[in-house]
């Protein structure tokens, strides 16, 4: 079983800059595949960065350039530096961490973007 909190979420102007954690607790996160989900209100849930036990990572176009995911296996800790955020970047964010069948989500932080 993994625990995942999230932090670091708040409200920032934009072309503002946040830098979200996920702290992992129960199992080490090395093993898994780690990755950062969004929601806004009224819509699905989206992936906007992943990153494999290898430290592969995944951008969709939305956000490729302006967001990084990174992870420090010995803190136990997924990061996500946002850059350049615009309002369209409001939503909750959610970590995720996934490994073989198992799937594990953190409780979300919020991320208001004002313009």
């Known amino acids: 079983q993994v625990h995942l909190v999230e932090s670091g979420g708040g409200l920032v102007q934009f072309g503002g800059s946040l830098k979200l954690s996920c702290a992992a607790s129960g199992d080490t996160i090395s093993i898994y595949a780690m990755a950062w989900y969004r929601q806004a209100p009224g819509k699905q849930r989206e992936l906007v960065a992943a990153?494999?036990?290898?430290?592969?990572?995944n951008y969709p176009d939305s956000v490729k350039g302006r967001f990084t995911i990174s992870r420090d296996n010995a803190e136990n800790t997924v990061y996500l530096q946002m850059n350049s955020l615009k309002p369209e970047d409001t939503a909750v964010y959610y970590c995720y961490a996934s490994r073989m069948l198992r799937n594990y989500w953190g409780q979300g932080t919020q991320v208001t973007v004002s313009s």
């Open positions: 990153i494999d036990s290898g430290h592969r990572t």
